[in-house]
């Protein structure tokens, strides 16, 4: 079975703080990866595409480790609006446009 | 910037009715997803289209269909209603893939929930 997945969490941090997410799949022909971004009652929103390697956006960094089939998201100087649940998405891979998503891992950023 | 809609944000509906659930976007976008949220269990794929008229099952059909007339619109159709029914639904839509592995960022509407009494 295609899964992706995640510690749920709760990870309770201070603001300030540095906090990394880490995510594992087992589709090998997967090549894309996403992070999305789930606030409460909220739809998903991304957060950072990762096709290679990886990929920076300010704070956020995310890494791709294929031969370990791992995924991870840091995010450094944690804010309040951090706070929400990030979820590790996967592509099924080949010609299919379908993703996988993962269940999600819950950040509450404490003042 | 990329717009999807979903026709109602909170819909309450009794068992046995037929309940349809819309879903519209605006970026000329070829593939439109269906999707349920429960908790404990994430995202799962209902259905989805990749051109009008075309419809594929994803990993939880059973009780539900769909209808692609315009590549604009997607729409789930729930024939009779279950209390199992009760969820988030949420529609997505992305750019084709063109082939070589990847998959492209699907961008999803505001979600429905709804409640089957």
């Known amino acids: 079975r295609k899964e992706v997945e995640q510690d749920p969490g709760p990870f309770n941090v201070p603001e300030g703080a540095t906090v990394a997410f880490n995510c594992t799949y087992s589709?090998?022909?997967?090549?894309?990866f996403f992070w999305y971004r789930q606030d409460c009652r909220k739809e998903p929103k991304l957060l950072m595409s990762v096709y290679s390697s990886g990929n920076e956006d300010g704070r956020f960094t995310a890494q791709l480790n294929r031969a370990s089939q791992y995924i991870s998201l840091l995010i450094r100087d944690s804010k309040l609006s951090d706070s929400a649940t990030y979820l590790c998405?996967?592509?099924?891979?080949?010609?299919?446009?379908?993703?996988?998503f993962g269940t999600g891992t819950l950040l509450a950023v404490q003042p | 910037d990329v717009k999807v809609t979903q026709s109602s944000r909170y819909l309450v509906k009794r068992t046995g009715e037929k309940v349809f659930l819309e879903c519209v976007q605006d970026m000329d976008h070829e593939n439109m997803f269906w999707y349920r949220q429960d908790p404990g269990l994430g995202l799962r794929l209902i259905y989805f289209?990749?051109?009008?008229?075309?419809?594929e099952k994803g990993d939880i059909p059973e009780g539900y269909s769909v209808s692609r007339e315009k590549k604009e619109r997607f729409s789930l159709i729930l024939e009779s209603a279950s209390t199992n029914q009760t969820s988030m639904y949420l529609c997505a839509s992305s750019f084709l893939t063109f082939g070589g592995g990847r998959q492209e960022t699907q961008y999803f509407g505001p979600g429905t929930r709804l409640l089957v009494l």
């Open positions: 589709n090998s022909a997967s090549q894309s």
């Open positions: 998405v996967g592509g099924y891979g080949g010609a299919t446009n379908k993703l996988i």
């Open positions: 289209s990749y051109d009008v008229k075309m419809k």
